[in-house]
């Protein structure tokens, strides 16, 4: 597995901190890269404009993303500001904790 640390880029959030992600070192593809970050992150990958490897360099295809090396640190650039439209809403068997046997018991 391949690690690296992903972001929204914010710059007018006081916090915005990485999370990790790991990547299967057989798929190191640029869609598989967004696919992952966005899932991690709860971000719609239609409004990521592009992936940044930070400090100032665009992810652009599948070479790019092979070349990196664990805890490097991306942001996703998105397209839209207003907060309402870019965040996904997990789906109850994505969410945290979520117990399928437990929702089927009946009182």
């Not at 970050?37 to 971000?43: A, D, F, I, P, Q």
Request: charged share 35%.
């Amino acid at each position: 597995e391949l690690v690296l640390k992903v972001r929204i880029q914010t710059p007018n959030l006081r916090e915005n901190d990485f999370i990790e992600i790991e990547l299967d070192r057989q798929e190191l593809t640029y869609k598989e890269l967004l696919r992952v970050s966005c899932r991690e992150l709860g971000v719609n990958p239609e409004y990521v404009q592009k992936i940044r490897k930070l400090p100032n360099t665009m992810l652009r295809k599948d070479k790019d993303v092979a070349r990196l090396q664990d805890f490097q640190e991306l942001e996703l650039v998105l397209t839209v500001s207003d907060k309402n439209l870019l965040f996904r809403v997990p789906t109850l068997s994505e969410q945290s904790g979520y117990n399928k046997k437990a929702s089927e018991l009946t009182y």
